[in-house]
């Protein structure tokens, strides 16, 4: 996809060892919640007491919603992992040998995950360190979600475009929701020409966060989008905090609302329904 040879942040993951082929990731965090699956089928399957130990640890240890945690907790953490560790050395023995003309050892799920938490102590509690690093990646997978639905509901896209343009927007909906930015209002800039990048130093205008009234601008003449695009916006809500009068039906005697393209609305003024009085 072409992201991780650009990215040069903390990345959270499951431990593949791909990942830490990339030289230009600045860290690394493991995620948690595949730690403590794996923890739990060691302790099921195998019977291991270590497993459950580490399980409990690693479960106390997320609770704590403070990031980065105190100094003093810091330490403390690091030295009840290194003991869950040593428990665990003692319960597995030592690491075997290879066989004659065998550069590995064969060795069982429990093992591997051990020797994961093991060399990986740094990348498993980086989190406890660094502001506004998850200690799961969670957030990742529930934003491919949707597009695992639409697989599993429509079998494919049409087109390769097609599906290139659903994900660009799904993309873009997940970049606003989690920067705090009204949906709505992000679309609407995005139709206009302006969408809302954060962090880029070329976004002109701020990001309007979610939470308070937002009046956006009339529209330049000339600009194809119609009047309901800039009505006052509930950002709580997602949706016009008022509503256009209804649309005649063709059926109707009275002419249709005209909204053109061009069309000059600043002496628009729309109707408001009872339920919104």
Not at 109 to 126: A, M, P, W
Not at 153 to 166: I, N
Request: proline residues 10%; hydrophobic residues 30%; positive net charge.
């Amino acid at each position: 996809m072409g992201v991780l040879p650009e990215f040069k942040g903390i990345l959270v993951h499951d431990c593949w060892k791909t990942y830490f082929t990339y030289d230009n990731i600045k860290s690394h965090q493991l995620c948690w919640i595949h730690l403590i699956r794996e923890l739990v089928a060691a302790t099921e399957n195998d019977g291991m007491r270590w497993s459950e130990e580490m399980g409990d640890f690693l479960s106390r240890a997320i609770g704590n919603p403070a990031r980065p945690l105190p100094t003093a907790e810091q330490e403390s953490l690091s030295k009840e992992y290194d003991t869950v560790i040593s428990r665990g050395q003692a319960e597995l023995g030592p690491d075997p040998e290879p066989a004659p003309g065998k550069k590995r050892v064969k060795r069982g799920k429990s093992q591997n995950l051990f020797g994961r938490l093991k060399s990986f102590k740094e990348f498993v509690l980086t989190f406890t360190k660094v502001p506004d690093v998850p200690p799961t990646n969670n957030g990742s997978e529930q934003d491919v979600r949707k597009g695992k639905i639409q697989q599993n509901v429509s079998h494919c896209f049409r087109t390769k475009e097609g599906a290139s343009l659903y994900f660009d927007i799904m993309s873009y909906i997940v970049t606003l929701r989690k920067n705090d930015v009204n949906i709505f209002s992000g679309i609407v800039s995005a139709m206009k020409g302006k969408p809302v990048i954060p962090f880029s130093p070329a976004t002109t205008d701020p990001p309007i966060p979610s939470g308070k009234p937002n009046l956006l601008p009339s529209p330049p003449s000339g600009q194809d989008l119609c009047a309901s695009s800039f009505l006052p916006i509930s950002q709580d809500q997602g949706r016009p905090a008022t509503s256009l009068p209804p649309l005649q039906n063709e059926r109707s005697s009275a002419p249709p609302r005209e909204c053109r393209s061009g069309g000059d609305l600043s002496s628009y003024e729309p109707s408001f329904p009872k339920f919104f009085s």
